[in-house]
């Protein structure tokens, strides 16, 4: 059986983009009260200026992280485990009620397209008190695929 050969792909913005947005499997690493990391899978989007978006509530550990330190990580994952992926790097906000209304619509039409009932999506959004973290993308890897290096392919 040949084995598969990892791969590291180097990609400009535009194309790291095309990457992201059928993607929604992302594993987020912020920084906890004593230095190390806090890592979360979330589902994400990717929102029309670029910049990465996840759901969450203002409580969660996440949150808490960013607003004290706004350095985060993001693991990109394909749907497939063994698939491609790219850890991207950048600035989290969290934006709260009211105001993280309006993009989480936008979070949800990333994902999963139009929903039936928007005044109904708005009133949950409302009900559940949910933030949105919004991330800037400053930097990114390689998209990579795992295997084993060419030498022993």
Same mark, same amino acid.
């Given at each position: 059986? #040949?084995?598969?050969?990892? *791969? +590291? *792909?180097?990609?400009?913005?535009?194309?790291?983009?095309?990457?992201?947005?059928? &993607?929604?499997?992302?594993?987020?690493?912020? *920084?906890?009260?004593?230095?190390? #990391?806090?890592?979360?899978? +979330?589902?994400?989007?990717?929102?029309?200026?670029?910049?990465?978006?996840? $759901?969450?509530?203002?409580?969660?550990?996440?949150?808490? +992280?960013?607003?004290?330190?706004?350095?985060? $990580?993001?693991?990109?994952?394909?749907?497939?485990?063994?698939?491609?992926?790219?850890?991207?790097?950048?600035?989290?906000?969290?934006?709260?009620?009211?105001?993280?209304?309006? #993009?989480?619509?936008?979070?949800?039409? $990333?994902?999963?397209?139009?929903?039936?009932?928007?005044?109904?999506?708005?009133?949950?959004?409302?009900?559940?008190?949910?933030?949105?973290? &919004?991330?800037?993308?400053?930097?990114?890897?390689?998209?990579?695929?795992?295997?084993?290096?060419?030498?022993?392919?």
């Amino acid at each position: 059986m #040949p084995r598969t050969i990892a *791969t +590291n *792909t180097e990609v400009g913005r535009a194309e790291l983009l095309e990457f992201l947005r059928p &993607r929604h499997h992302a594993i987020l690493m912020t *920084t906890r009260r004593d230095g190390r #990391p806090q890592a979360s899978p +979330n589902t994400c989007g990717v929102d029309a200026e670029g910049r990465i978006v996840i $759901s969450t509530y203002p409580e969660r550990a996440k949150a808490m +992280n960013i607003r004290r330190d706004s350095r985060v $990580s993001v693991c990109v994952l394909s749907d497939d485990f063994g698939g491609p992926w790219v850890q991207v790097d950048g600035t989290a906000e969290v934006i709260d009620l009211p105001d993280s209304v309006e #993009p989480l619509v936008e979070y949800f039409r $990333s994902i999963s397209g139009e929903h039936p009932d928007w005044d109904e999506y708005r009133q949950a959004m409302r009900d559940q008190g949910k933030s949105l973290i &919004r991330i800037t993308v400053e930097r990114w890897g390689p998209i990579a695929t795992g295997g084993f290096p060419a030498r022993l392919a």
